[in-house]
């Protein structure tokens, strides 16, 4: 299987560098290739796009939003689960959906 092109938008980017998360772009490819979606967006504006969960090698939970794209993979968002937004499991909203 050819390996797909991933960009990052802007605020995905942000998200990554920010002093709380400090998301590597390694962590990234971990949760697009070994992680699991736990919600799908089939009618987002921005086009289909998913919510993945995975458990990166540094042992933290790390959410991506991505949209599949026939040429690459879009990065829409980046980050880590906040306890007092997600349940212990990092897949099940305490409260409703935030967009």
């Not at 089939?42 to 540094?58: I, K, N, Y």
């Amino acid at each position: 299987m050819a390996q797909r092109q991933i960009i990052y938008t802007e605020h995905a980017l942000d998200r990554m560098n920010a002093e709380s998360e400090m998301i590597t772009f390694e962590e990234v490819r971990e949760v697009v290739i070994e992680g699991e979606i736990i919600e799908d967006y089939p009618e987002d504006v921005r086009g289909h796009s998913c919510l993945m969960l995975g458990v990166t090698s540094a042992g933290r939970p790390v959410h991506v939003v991505c949209a599949p794209k026939e040429q690459y993979l879009g990065i829409i968002t980046v980050y880590v689960p906040s306890e007092m937004k997600w349940k212990k499991d990092s897949k099940t909203r305490k409260i409703g959906r935030s967009y």
